[in-house]
Antibody
Framework: EVQLLESGGGLVQPGGSLRLSCAAS????????MSWVRQAPGKGLEWVSS????????NYADSVKGRFTMSRDNSKNTLYLQMNSLRAEDTAVYHC???????????WGQGALVTVSS | EIVLTQSPATLSLSPGERATLSCRAS??????LAWYQQKPGQAPRLLIY???NRATGIPARFSGSGSGTDFTLTISSLEPEDFAVYYC?????????FGGGTKVEIK
């Protein structure tokens, strides 16, 4: 069974930093691209970033480009999202998701809540 | 950047009725359109990819159609577990945008 477990969420002040992790199991992590998708409270889904199988290729939404960095450690089956210069509008539940070959998301974690507030 | 607009925002129907949800793209996304279902407190679930292909384990009552800029998700006969929010998502190019969602509620 595919499992994705996010951690590292919490309360941070505007301008601060936070690193999310996503531990993957139940599948061959190194053969799948992965993504982060966020959902602000009571709002819809917003794609944040994606990373290729080796970690050499990344893509970001304009709203986070230059502030967020996505990475992966295939030896640890773990995905990361380093978030810097956080803003109130970054407040959301952040889901890691397994990306299919058709650039969709077929497995999701339950998410980690990030709250940016003073 | 291509924008996906879903309509209606809310659909009020009874179990057994047919649901028709729309997703319109501001530019053509070819056939690269997917649909997800999300229930309260749960992660989204992939239903349909590339317009009309059901994901693994998705019941046949869910079907997708369309091309270019206009897409439809149809639920042929609503089951109690189908009342949820539905999102479309494009994958023609970066960014991988989602629509704003349609809530299917019990009438």
């Amino acid at each position: 069974e595919v499992q994705l477990l996010e951690s590292g969420g919490g309360l941070v002040q505007p301008g601060g930093s936070l690193r999310l992790s996503c531990a993957a199991s139940g599948f061959t992590f190194s053969t799948y691209a992965m993504s982060w998708v966020r959902q602000a409270p009571g709002k819809g889904l917003e794609w944040v970033s994606s990373i290729g199988v080796s970690g050499g290729s990344t893509n970001y939404a304009d709203s986070v480009k230059g502030r967020f960095t996505m990475s992966r450690d295939n030896s640890k089956n773990t995905l990361y999202l380093q978030m810097n210069s956080l803003r109130a509008e970054d407040t959301a539940v952040y889901h890691c998701a397994r990306q299919t070959s058709t650039y969709n998301f077929d497995s999701w974690g339950q998410g980690a809540l990030v709250t940016v507030s003073s | 950047e291509i924008v996906l607009t879903q309509s209606p925002a809310t659909l009020s129907l009874s179990p057994g009725e047919r649901a028709t949800l729309s997703c319109r793209a501001s530019q053509s996304v070819s056939s690269y359109l997917a649909w997800y279902q999300q229930k309260p407190g749960q992660a989204p679930r992939l239903l349909i990819y590339d317009t009309s292909n059901r994901a693994t384990g998705i019941p046949a009552r869910f079907s997708g159609s369309g091309s270019g800029t206009d897409f439809t998700l149809t639920i042929s006969s609503l089951e109690p577990e189908d009342f949820a929010v539905y999102y479309c998502q494009k994958r023609d190019n970066w960014p991988l945008t989602f629509g704003g969602g349609t809530k299917v509620e019990i009438k």
